[in-house]
Each structure stands twice: as C-alpha cells, then as structure tokens.
C-alpha cells in the first residue's frame, strides 16, 4: 500500500530536550516535505526537499532541522523544543512540488 | 491579500442537498488546483484535482475551474453528514518549491 508513515503520533516532552519526527514513504517521490497546522493559521510549511541531500527552508524553518540521506526518508529534529512548537506535524511527499500531495498520519507534538 | 483565500465557514448545508465551497487564488500562473479533505486531528486527504478550465466530476464531487476570474470551487451533490469536515483548497506553480494551501472551509452537513 502507498503510503507516507510518520511517528510517532503523539510526543509530549519538555522544553529543551531534543526529538526527532521520523518520515518515510514508499512511493519513490523525490519531493518531501514537513508542514505544522495550527487554529486559524493553516497549514505552513517548514522545510521541503527536492531530492537526496537537497533541501530547503520553507515558511516557518525557525527551530527545525531536516536531513535527507535517503530518498525514503525525511526526519524532522528539533534541537531545543520550546512551547511555540506545540503543534500538530505532518510529512507528506509527491512527485513534484507541483503535484498532490500524499500525507502522513500526523504527530500531534506537546512540549511542556 | 492571501494567495489562496477560503471562507472559514462554518458552510451548513441539510442531507442531501448540494453544498458549494469556493476558493479563489492571486497568482494568475497557477496551474494546478486540488481539493483536500480534513476531518479534524487527521491528516488531509486529496479529493479531486483540476488543471484545466471547466469541470471535473468524480463521483458525488465536481470541481470548477475558472482561470479567468482566479477561482476554483467545489460541488458535493447528495451531501452526507460524513462529508461534514474542513475542505482545504491548494494551488500549484511549476517550479514552485510547494503547494500553497487555503485556511479551509469547514463544512457541516445536518441530517
């Protein structure tokens, strides 16, 4: 089954301890892509890739990292959680930055 | 002005009837325009996709696309209390690094 799978669904960990999200999908896509939603702002994107080892920031990136070692895969790090990054995250991929995106399940994030 | 505006709604519409959600768009070089689905706390789920101008139906869904005037809208026939959920509009550019996505109508059908 294609599918994009993140986990964990849900995270609560306190303020300055690292965690990583962890994103994979089996669809071959080369564009990834992490977004975080919040009540009334939508859903605003945080760093997408275009491939293997390329990256880049999207609309909000301040206190996240990504990596891309592998077409597969695309964790999210945060280094230093603060409260501002509660939120609910979600990986998705496509073929392109044009076309449909394809959804992970979402990990609903709470940093005390 | 936002790229990609929605009505927030709530859009209240009876069983069985059709409900209508629009979405209107600020680049005129967008090419690619999808329809997602969100019921609340999970993830959006694509519903229909248009590229061209007129309509595209799907089963109980149509999109419509109007480049001219910058709007793309969604037709639900048959309404379902299931169907009650947040739509979020998104437009594609080529060459664009992402989707840019509408804050979402939420849509409640009563039964």
């Known amino acids: 089954e294609a599918q994009v799978t993140q986990n964990p669904r849900y995270l609560i960990t306190v303020t300055g301890k690292k965690l990583t999200v962890t994103c994979s999908q089996n669809m071959n896509h080369e564009y990834m892509s992490w977004y975080r939603q919040d009540p009334g702002l939508g859903l605003r994107q945080i760093y997408y890739s275009m491939n293997v080892e390329v990256t880049d920031k999207g609309d909000v990136p301040e206190g996240y990292k990504v990596s891309r070692k592998e077409k597969r895969n695309f964790p999210l790090i945060l280094e230093s959680p603060s409260p501002n990054q509660t939120s609910l995250y979600f990986c998705?991929?496509?073929?392109?930055?044009?076309?449909?995106?394809?959804f992970g399940n979402g990990t609903r994030l709470t940093v005390t | 002005q936002k790229e990609v505006e929605q009505n927030s709604g709530p859009l209240s519409v009876p069983e069985g009837a059709i409900a209508s959600l629009n979405c209107t768009y600020s680049?005129?070089?967008?090419?690619?325009f999808f329809w997602y689905r969100q019921y609340s706390g999970k993830s959006p789920e694509l519903i229909m996709f248009i590229y061209s101008n007129g309509d595209k139906e799907d089963g109980r869904f149509t999109a419509q696309l109007n480049k001219a005037s910058q709007y793309v809208s969604l037709l639900i026939r048959d309404s379902q209390p299931s169907d009650s959920a947040t739509y979020l509009c998104a437009v594609g550019l080529t060459g664009r690094r992402a989707l840019t996505f509408g804050s979402g109508t939420r849509l409640q059908v009563q039964p």
């Open positions: 680049d005129r070089g967008s090419q690619s």
């Open positions: 998705a991929s496509s073929s392109g930055g044009d076309s449909p995106l394809h």
